[in-house]
């Protein structure tokens, strides 16, 4: 157990909607990553949080967006969904300096 | 960013060690090389890091080369349990603001 936790689990809707995807990180972790993998795409980096701030960003799509609150937890909006959406979603996070520690992922499935 | 190369698959016998092999030619001088393994689309498990020391841990012993353009992870004694897909990736960033780039991985196959 990595001490993240990503809520739910399972996600199933249709194309158009919107979802929000929760990470919570482990105890003192500051940072906050989010990545998608999909069958042909592997692990992509998303976006990185950093006590409340954005960090980093990857290929994050404009219909996506994120936040990390004061009690550092982050939830991954993703709006106008698509049947290409679907796909497993990571989050990661990480005191100061490495290594990522990951959730076991909300899997996403977009019909 | 720095690319990582792996070969796509491996196998190894129950109780051999197993070596992955990974070419990171292009990386600079400050890049760390960390190994993760994903197993069966659970998240992605640290295994251990290093910039240019060999390093060892519970898990795994990281060999790199001299001129740091290469790099092996050892598992001593391979279990069933260690087959999994393992990505060997190049640090990109400072601490507060970094990125691990996954590419392919290999996946290493262990035989009973």
């Known amino acids: 157990d990595s001490g993240v936790t990503q809520t739910p689990k399972h996600l199933i809707t249709a194309t158009g909607q919107r979802v929000t995807l929760r990470c919570s990180p482990r105890s003192g972790d500051l940072s906050v990553y989010w990545y998608q993998q999909s069958l042909d795409q592997g692990l992509q980096f998303l976006i990185q949080y950093y006590n409340g701030e954005e960090r980093a960003k990857g290929n994050i799509l404009e219909r996506f967006s994120a936040q990390q609150f004061p009690d550092l937890h982050s939830e991954l909006n993703l709006s106008s969904l698509e049947l290409g959406d679907s796909a497993l979603y990571f989050c990661?996070?990480?005191?100061?300096?490495?290594?990522?520690?990951f959730g076991n992922g909300t899997r996403l499935t977009v019909t | 960013d720095a690319k990582t190369t792996q070969p796509p698959s491996m196998d190894c016998a129950e109780g051999r060690a197993a070596n992955l092999p990974c070419n990171h030619s292009t990386i600079s001088g400050n890049e760390y090389v960390y190994w993760y393994r994903q197993i069966h689309s659970q998240g992605p498990q640290y295994i251990i890091h290093g910039l240019k020391n060999n390093e060892t841990n519970e898990m795994a012993s990281l060999i790199i080369t001299e001129d740091r353009k290469s790099s092996t992870l050892i598992l001593p004694h391979a279990t069933l349990r260690d087959t999994a897909v393992y990505y060997c990736?190049?640090?990109?960033?400072?601490?507060?603001?970094?990125?691990?780039?996954f590419g392919s991985g290999t996946r290493l196959l262990v035989r009973p």
């Open positions: 990661a996070s990480s005191r100061t300096g490495p290594p990522l520690h």
């Open positions: 990736i190049v640090r990109v960033g400072s601490d507060s603001s970094y990125k691990l780039i």
